[in-house]
């Protein structure tokens, strides 16, 4: 037992965790794991249903991916087609791709191929995490490095659960309704149903004004400047699902 200790202590990063408060602390971190394991750069996603159209950019919760590429990326491919994406609802490994190793070898997988191509990296590991209420996310870490080895992926395995625990109760949890009100919240939940403001108004009861003056509101708490920008950055926040 006192060996077990002595290596649970040795993650000298859980000092960090235990100081961090907002999503900067949490970048910092993550962007450090990345770097310390050989990757260049890290994403936290944000599963939703897997046959709800889903966009790199709007599942993203913190990144620090090059400015552009997330946006670049959905302008020419669809997340949901790719085989990386769906893998996410077949299992929940861990998981290594390598661009240049399309036929599995070293216990990497072919399947996520096309997204790294695409993306333009040489490899990628994706990490299943969840919230304690169930919510999904993947780690994604990327870069153009070696395949990681068998203890370095378990450890950075275990690095990731722990960072993302502590940002998922300090950072998203806290931020869950970002001040919207019951009936903003409702609202809010038609739009992203596709309803019109006329459909809404009739469905819960009030003018169509008041409709568009509560998503007005909800622009602003939201700090977005369309219905799109709204309804992603909603999901994101799990503000709706």
């Known amino acids: 037992m006192?060996?077990?200790?002595?290596?649970?202590?040795?993650?000298?990063?859980?000092?960090?965790l235990e100081k961090a408060l907002n999503r900067v602390d949490f970048f910092r971190i993550f962007h450090t794991m990345a770097l310390r394991y050989g990757f260049e750069h890290f994403g936290v996603l944000q599963l939703a249903n897997e046959h709800e159209t889903s966009t790199l950019a709007a599942r993203l919760v913190l990144h620090d991916l090059p400015a552009g590429l997330a946006e670049t990326y959905d302008k020419r491919h669809r997340l949901n087609d790719s085989a990386l994406?769906?893998?996410?609802?077949?299992?929940?490994?861990s998981t290594v791709w390598q661009a240049s190793d399309?036929?599995?070898?070293?216990?990497?997988?072919?399947e996520g191929a096309d997204f790294i191509d695409q993306i333009g990296f040489d490899m990628a590991l994706s990490i299943p995490v969840h919230?304690?209420?169930g919510t999904r996310y993947i780690v994604l870490f990327?870069?153009?490095g070696d395949d990681i080895g068998r203890t370095e992926h378990f450890e950075i395995c275990y690095e990731a659960n722990c960072a993302f625990d502590y940002f998922h109760r300090q950072v998203l949890a806290?931020?869950?309704g970002m001040g919207l009100?019951?009936?903003?919240?409702?609202?809010?939940r038609w739009i992203s149903y596709g309803k019109t403001a006329s459909e809404i108004a009739l469905i819960v009861s009030v003018s169509e004004h008041t409709v568009n003056s509560h998503t007005a509101t909800i622009l602003k708490k939201l700090d977005v400047v369309n219905r799109t920008q709204m309804v992603a950055k909603a999901i994101r926040e799990q503000i709706i699902q």
Request: aromatic share 12%; proline share 2%; glycine share 8%.
């Open 85 to 93: 994406f769906r893998s996410f609802y077949k299992s929940t490994i």
């Open 102 to 110: 399309h036929d599995g070898h070293n216990g990497s997988s072919a």
């Open 142 to 144: 990327l870069g153009d």
């Open 2 to 16: 006192a060996v077990l200790n002595q290596h649970f202590r040795r993650y000298d990063f859980e000092g960090d």
């Open 174 to 176: 806290n931020k869950a």
């Open 181 to 188: 009100t019951p009936r903003e919240t409702e609202i809010l």
């Open 131 to 133: 919230s304690v209420a």
